[in-house]
């Protein structure tokens, strides 16, 4: 069986205080074809993102010092390296604790034990989603305004707030307009499909975004498609009644 060509040069740091796993997970990238960081802490870790610019972070959730949570907030705090990708390692199998990685803005989510072949699979799937999301050519619709190169949203030239994963939600539907979306189709486009997220986690995000975007007029863009998902649509929602 033909083995999937990998990118060149694309280089991932990994970030874990146990020098075995960095070395397990560091031989097996290696062999994939990727190039290999290490760090065993997250100062270290964010040294190397400063001066390396990885292709994505291998981050563990548990670190000495600053956890790889909060060095993931720190990172999409960050509009110079917001748009790295990360993958969080973690032994914490619960829901509660994934919702708290993809919620700091992490692209993925993989539990320990795992086999190299998953996260290696892992990897190239969200730098594929990571390359689509990251065009550098802004998109604009009808005064709103997202630019993947700053990671800045605008709306009628005033500054929109909103967290990580609504701008991946955002930049998703932006680029993807007129067409409705099933729950499962959005968790593969936007967290990928390996991620366990329960349709409520996304329907919380969907009414992050719709309050981000409500101070604007802009909400009306996300509609509800009984029965399906979510569309974004410049027009009018039928499922609304016009008073």
């Not at 990727?34 to 994505?56: G, M, N, T, W, Y």
């Not at 748009?83 to 993809?102: F, K, S």
């Not at 190299?116 to 990251?134: D, G, K, M, Y």
């Not at 009808?142 to 990580?164: C, F, Q, W, Y």
């Amino acid at each position: 069986m033909a083995q999937e060509p990998v990118v060149k040069n694309e280089r991932i740091l990994i970030v874990d205080d146990e020098a075995a796993i960095r070395e397990m997970i560091g031989i097996a990238l290696d062999l994939a074809g990727f190039d290999c960081l290490e760090a065993e802490d997250a100062l270290q870790a964010h040294h190397k993102i400063v001066d390396e610019r990885p292709s994505l972070v291998l981050l563990d959730w548990m670190l000495p010092g600053m956890t790889g949570i909060e060095l993931c907030r720190r990172l999409k705090r960050d509009e110079s390296l917001s748009e790295i990708p990360v993958i969080m390692l973690t032994a914490r199998g619960e829901e509660d604790n994934m919702v708290q990685g993809l919620d700091a803005g992490a692209d993925d989510y993989i539990t320990k034990p795992f086999s190299t072949r998953e996260l290696v699979s892992r990897i190239r799937a969200v730098l594929r989603r990571s390359s689509a999301l990251s065009a550098e050519k802004a998109i604009e619709v009808e005064g709103l305004k997202l630019d993947p190169v700053s990671h800045r949203i605008t709306a009628n030239g005033e500054p929109v707030e909103m967290g990580p994963t609504e701008y991946r939600l955002l930049a998703f539907f932006m680029s993807h307009q007129e067409r409705a979306y099933t729950r499962a189709q959005m968790l593969d486009q936007v967290w990928g499909g390996n991620v366990y997220v329960e349709d409520r986690t996304i329907d919380v995000h969907i009414r992050r975004l719709r309050k981000a975007l409500e101070p604007f007029g802009f909400e009306r863009f996300i509609q509800t498609v009984r029965g399906t998902g979510y569309r974004f649509s410049v027009k009018a929602d039928p499922g609304k009644v016009t008073p």
